[in-house]
């Protein structure tokens, strides 16, 4: 790997300090690792898609590992709701880039390492062109969009994409390379359409667990980097927390793949925004096809007094959070519990931000329902344009 | 013979919050059919309206994908363990 860097034929920049050398002295007593594999290290470039859950852990141990450059690419904001997991963030960094926080903590955390900052989208025009540079790719994105991209440009480029995916208190992951097994579309070929797989924004996640994957994940970029060990090539890693136990499944190459199989028909980056059946609007909404009202619209029905059935259906434990007084139904309970509601009366549906509900909407027009609408934005942007007494999570 | 099924998380909504089920049924595809047929909510995350099973969705006998083996046709034994593992996405959240 590293002698594919760029970066290697610069042999004076490897050579260890005493600084280095004392810091790195854990790893130099290892024969896996010595001298050699910390200067592998050293002249090894790993870029990070996120700086979020997974990055985080991703980002700091590759930092406190000593790879040699270390890019980023992010362009939120570090919010509240970010810190119960994404520890590379501190309270302190509320409201700032994502990028500048973590690029002074990886810089304050090990000062030889290069940061190499891309405060942008990822996209199939600058895809190609960022992860060129770099020798390892580790994807902690959140969407599916992303991952298709990411997986592609990886086969497109001949790079080893870390994989890493977490939902609640289960994690999975894999190293994708196609030159020595197989990728995300063979384990994948197609991504579900928006609104039927619920986000972590919707499910939830244990804060440690992209700790752990994360962690999994620059593990194998450091082995891929010195060439050690049996890295997750055509290996599915699962973890549950709950259950405490890891298990793996084999991957095999998909001989058909559209882009690492014997015939590809994918050979540049394609339209994944269309490929998945998405775009940020109905991401936001579930679904555009889903009859909706805003919040406001809502709230000019009640004050009204029409007659609306409000049906909320997220989990009891969330309706205790914060409610609007709607009748709580959750979503896996709906199939069964269906006649409880009145096909004749008017039903706003809702959730945290629009997608359960989006889902209970269109479940609920194939039982003959009619009058029937979602919330856009849930309980969430009722709490923000219309009550801000309520309590946002 | 009584095959388990283990449910993923983001799947347990709608098999009242069950992570495994025990069913009885010669292949995948009889087993499938039947953890849809007792929890109609599932169905629709398994298959497609044409009864295939969806292209996110991977299910394994042990730790073979059943696509390398017989697919909806491989048989089962009692002490199998089947996985749903569908994508899932999160990450950067």
């Not at chain 1, 810190?83 to 926080?101: C, E, N, P, V, Y």
């Not at chain 1, 620059?218 to 599915?236: M, P, Q, S």
């Not at chain 1, 298990?247 to 980056?269: A, W």
């Not at chain 2, 009242?16 to 049924?25: E, I, M, P, Q």
Request: aromatic share 6%; glycine share 10%; hydrophobic share 40%.
């Amino acid at each position: 790997m590293a002698s594919q860097s760029p970066r290697t034929g610069m042999i004076e920049d490897l050579q260890l300090s005493r600084d280095e050398i004392r810091r790195y002295g854990r790893h130099l007593i290892m024969p896996e690792v010595g001298l050699s594999g910390q200067q592998k290290l050293k002249a090894a470039s790993v870029l990070l898609i996120g700086a979020g859950g997974l990055g985080s852990p991703a980002a700091l141990y590759a930092a406190a590992a000593g790879v040699g450059k270390i890019g980023i690419v992010d362009f939120d904001v570090v919010e509240l709701s970010n810190l119960q997991r994404q520890i590379i963030h501190s309270t302190a960094s509320i409201g700032r880039s994502k990028l500048d926080s973590a690029a002074d903590r990886i810089r304050s955390l090990n000062p030889y390492v290069e940061v190499q900052p891309f405060e942008v989208q990822l996209t199939s025009e600058n895809g190609l062109d960022i992860l060129r540079d770099f020798d390892v790719i580790i994807d902690g994105t959140d969407n599916f969009p992303t991952r298709y991209l990411v997986n592609d440009a990886c086969v497109l480029l001949g790079k080893p994409n870390v994989y890493g995916s977490i939902f609640r208190f289960e994690g999975q992951a894999s190293v994708f390379d196609a030159k020595r097994g197989p990728c995300y579309r063979c384990l994948y070929p197609e991504p579900p359409p928006p609104g039927l797989v619920p986000s972590c924004a919707e499910g939830g996640v244990l804060g440690l667990l992209p700790g752990i994957v994360g962690t999994i994940q620059a593990t194998e970029a450091v082995k891929i980097i010195l060439g050690i060990g049996d890295v997750l090539y055509g290996r599915l890693l699962l973890f549950d927390a709950l259950s405490m136990q890891f298990r793996q499944m084999k991957l095999r190459k998909n001989p058909e793949c559209p882009v690492c199989g014997d015939h590809p028909t994918i050979r540049k980056l394609i339209d994944y925004e269309a490929f998945c059946g998405v775009t940020v609007q109905q991401a936001d909404v579930g679904d555009s096809a889903v009859p909706h009202v805003s919040v406001h619209q809502l709230k000019e029905l009640l004050d009204r007094g029409d007659d609306v059935v409000l049906l909320d259906v997220r989990e009891p434990h969330e309706y205790d959070l914060v409610n609007i007084s709607g009748y709580l139904i959750p979503l896996g309970d709906l199939p069964k519990r269906v006649n409880e509601l009145d096909s004749s009366r008017q039903i706003v549906v809702l959730c945290h931000h629009g997608s359960r509900s989006a889902m209970a909407v269109r479940f609920l027009k194939q039982m003959g329902f009619t009058k029937v609408a979602n919330l856009a934005g849930g309980i969430d942007q009722w709490a923000a344009d219309i009550d801000s007494n309520l309590p946002r999570y | 013979m009584p095959t388990t099924v283990l449910i993923p998380t983001p799947l347990r909504g709608f098999t009242d919050k069950k992570a495994s089920v025990v069913l009885d049924g010669e292949t995948v595809g009889e087993l499938l059919e039947q953890l849809a047929s007792q929890y109609s909510g599932l169905r629709r995350h398994l298959f497609t309206d044409g009864g295939e099973l969806r292209s996110f969705v991977n299910v394994y006998v042990n730790d073979e994908d059943i696509r390398s083996l017989q697919k909806n046709k491989t048989p089962v034994r009692e002490d199998d363990v089947v996985s749903i593992i569908p994508a899932i996405a999160g990450g950067r959240f």
